[in-house]
């Protein structure tokens, strides 16, 4: 897996399991912590949950509290408190966006592979500008309102560039379902083009596409999902969901190998990527 650099994202999700684990070590309990740091208990458990980030000082309190001395371990913690509160590119978009997508987006600018099941559309970091304008849900349970649909499209293109364009450009393996490359998403010439730009996107290296087709049969798995890996292993694997109802960040091992398995089932059943390409300029050679 290629070497990242660790952003705020990452450094705060290392940070709430240390000190998680420290606590623990301590045998103490969250109330117990939180009454002798004389903090609300919903402080402390934002911190360990990772949702807010924590200053320096208040984490050294914490190890002196949980009995934790080695000056290297401690460094090491306060480190992360510092790199946890680091402003990124996407800190001035969090107010804009959905929780749970803000912290997907931390995530992806951290993650070393990003692996894609996209049943109707395409992934944001492969949209055109024109596709992503028209792909944005302008009603149902997600719908962003018409005077925000415009900074939903510059977030996109900004993650674009962050990402793709940065110095150290994670690995991107996507699988599509037939029925994105063939929903008439803003239009014929808006298909015609995004199909395009993806074959294009193709050449470049770390990026590879499959097309699920329709010939593999009935596709059960309905909802779109993301899961990210790290350089890192102690910074375990994610899945980003997002459905009808719900966008939800999951973290939990046993659920993230599921995922992982359904996607390598996926890859299992779905062309090449030489053929994917060559689907993808076919169709968009149909639309003229």
């Known amino acids: 897996m290629p070497a990242r650099h660790q952003g705020p994202t990452i450094g705060r999700r290392r ?23 004389d903090w609300s208990l919903s402080k402390l458990i934002r911190i360990e949950s990772g949702s807010v980030s924590v200053s320096t000082n208040d984490v050294k309190a914490l190890l002196d509290l949980y009995g934790v001395r080695d000056h290297q371990q401690v460094a090491q913690m306060v480190e992360l408190a510092r790199a946890a ?24 600018a951290d993650a070393a592979v990003l692996q894609y099941f996209q049943p109707i559309s395409f992934p944001g970091l492969l949209q055109t500008e024109e596709y992503a304008r028209a792909v944005i849900p302008a009603d149902g349970p997600h ?52 199909l395009r730009h993806v074959a294009t996107m193709c050449a470049r290296t770390g990026i590879t596409v499959r097309v699920l087709p329709f010939t593999a049969g009935s596709n059960t798995v309905l909802g779109p999902f993301v899961i990210l890996r790290f350089a890192d292993h102690e910074d375990g694997d994610v899945v980003y969901v997002e459905s009808a109802l719900v966008e939800e960040i999951i973290d939990r091992p046993a659920d993230v190998r599921s995922y992982q398995h359904v996607f390598d089932r996926l ?11 060559a689907l993808l300029r076919r169709i968009a050679e149909e639309l003229g």
């Open 15 to 37: 940070l709430r399991a240390a000190l998680r684990r420290a606590r623990e070590a301590a045998d103490l309990t969250q109330d117990h912590v939180a009454r002798q740091m």
């Open 85 to 108: 509160r680091r402003r990124a590119w996407w800190s001035g978009y969090k107010d804009r966006v959905p929780p749970a997508y803000a912290a997907y987006i931390g995530l992806e």
């Open 143 to 194: 719908h962003v309102p018409a005077a925000e649909i415009e900074s939903r499209v510059q977030i996109r293109l900004a993650r674009q560039h962050a990402v793709l364009h940065g110095a150290d450009p994670p690995q991107i393996e996507v699988i599509l379902d037939e029925a994105a490359l063939r929903r008439v998403t803003g239009g014929t010439r808006v298909l015609r083009e995004q």
């Open 267 to 277: 890859r299992a059943e779905s062309l090449s990527p030489a053929d994917s390409v």
